[in-house]
């Protein structure tokens, strides 16, 4: 109660003072709070804090008394020599982890308030200049199998491959596939569809055995045959049974990504040439004897071995 007594005295006194700036709302020992630092202090605070601050004048001035005490502790940090602190290195770990996160903020104030470029005409000139990287679409092909199943070091392949070049042969001569599917294929992911593989196939797909997909894209046209075709799994026989032709998608299609592209290419010139601004400039002054002698140390450590004579 003594301290809420000289809390509510001081606080008496500072109200006439506070008027006079309009952004402070709390100042002692020389140390000031604005408005809109309190605001957000306040918002961090839990619905309880926040619900007794509003209604009880007692429990407010502790809680002021909390955020301005940890205020002044941290002007401490201010007044200390890093010359007399007993662990330097935590010091200046500190300083520096500070000026980083100090250093990022500014950046990313910078870049939140980059105005953008109307980016249009630029983003149809790249669709006409690239179109490949952005509006081709590769040909995709669906197919249907027959697997006879042979694992490597589980099986003969070689005894296997008549039975494959029969089965061949017997699709070829006209056969119906599924039939032949339904009774010899092996493979467990089409076995109950007749064969029939439910993904779109293109070359260099990421997650599909290549021999595979070149299996697929050997056959000249829907219907045909592929030749035996051997994969980690075994003998394949494919059937082609739709192809999709490789097509430019409209600017409509891609004007996104594009759009996305040249911005962050516009993003990254521009921190580029924030950094720039910062660079070292004409007045720069060096103490080379301290510096050399900061460096030296390290270029001992890194020199090589003297070897002894005749080695």
Known sequence: M?????????TTLLTANLAAAQDIVLEDDGVTMTRQELEFI?????????????????????????????KKIAREFERM????????DAYWRHVLAVRDMNRKFVVEQYMK????????ALAKERYTTQKNKYAWVAEQRKASQILLLCLPGRCDRDALRPKAAQLLERLRAGEDFEQLAAEFNQDPGTRNTNGRMD???????????????????????????SEVTDTPYGLHIFRLDEIKEGHYRPYEEVREVIIADLAKEYRDLAAKEFDARFMLTDELKIDKTAVEEILEPYAEALAPPVLPEGQ
């Open 199 to 225: 993904r779109w196939l293109t070359l260099g797909m990421v997650g599909m055995d290549a021999h595979q997909v070149g299996g697929v894209f050997s056959v000249e046209k829907v219907g045909g045959y």
């Open 2 to 10: 003594k301290l809420i007594r000289i809390l509510l005295c001081v």
């Open 113 to 120: 308030d980059l105005e953008m470029p109307d980016l249009e």
């Open 81 to 88: 020599d890093p010359a007399t602190v007993k662990d330097p």
């Open 42 to 70: 306040v918002s961090l605070w839990s619905p309880d804090m926040q619900r007794a601050a509003a209604l009880d004048e007692g429990d407010r001035l502790e809680l002021i008394n909390m955020v301005l005490a940890s």
